[in-house]
């Protein structure tokens, strides 16, 4: 069995050989599949992601994806298998807690759109305490922020996904910064203007 088949269903591959793609992801198999280690590719893409996807389904299949989000490096990398990340106070609903309650199965799907990258994780995940010496471990909390609960995610594959049909966004404070920079360059040159002319 290759890593890849966390995604790579027989009903998958059937389509795959229907549509003419089988024969590459069957290479994909061969090199043995996705990457089931936590590489320092994944730990430097990590540390700049603030937000997340998770997906969870309930014992009976059905589905659901949570936005989480948190300061970029929010996800922590605790060992080449693990990732654990804040769950803060919000709705209450408990969707994603619930649905790992009963199948602890997930995939995470994270988009750096600056940069125009993407990856998808793969494995199993607790619902563990936010205890003092976690927290220590996961980093400063936003201010105003409460948490509730730690995510504890156990990979067992990953892998990165081609830049294709990516829009490619950037974030506010950084578009802010880099004006404030023009802006004071822009003030900069009028005043010696003005100098020169006088």
């Known amino acids: 069995m290759s890593s ?5 269903s027989p009903a998958v591959k059937r389509l795959q ?3 003419g793609s089988r024969a590459a992801y069957a290479r ?3 090199r043995g599949g ?3 280690d936590i590489t320092d590719e994944l730990r430097e893409f990590l540390s700049g992601i603030d937000t997340a996807f998770l997906a969870t389904a309930s014992a009976d299949g059905q589905p659901y994806i949570q936005h989480r ?3 970029k490096g929010f996800i922590h ?4 298998h693990t990732l654990a990340f804040v769950d803060l106070a919000g709705n209450r609903q408990y969707v994603s807690t619930g649905n790992l309650s009963e199948n602890d199965r997930f995939c995470l799907f994270l988009i750096d759109y600056a940069h125009r990258q993407r990856v998808k994780i793969w494995g199993t995940a607790t619902v563990v305490p936010a205890t003092p010496e976690l927290l220590a471990q996961l980093g400063p909390l936003p201010t105003k922020a409460r948490a509730e609960q730690v995510f504890v995610l156990t990979v067992t594959a990953w892998d990165v996904n081609c830049q294709q049909h ?3 966004k950037l974030d506010a404070r950084d578009v802010a910064s880099a ?3 023009l802006e004071a360059r822009i003030a900069e040159l009028e005043a010696e203007n003005a100098r020169l002319r006088a």
């Open 179 to 181: 004006i404030e920079r």
């Open 34 to 36: 996705f990457q089931t």
């Open 17 to 19: 050989a229907e549509r």
């Open 77 to 80: 990398v605790l060992d080449d």
């Open 166 to 168: 990516i829009p490619q």
């Open 28 to 30: 994909v198999e061969a």
């Open 69 to 71: 989000g948190g300061p």
């Open 4 to 8: 890849s088949d966390v995604a790579f």
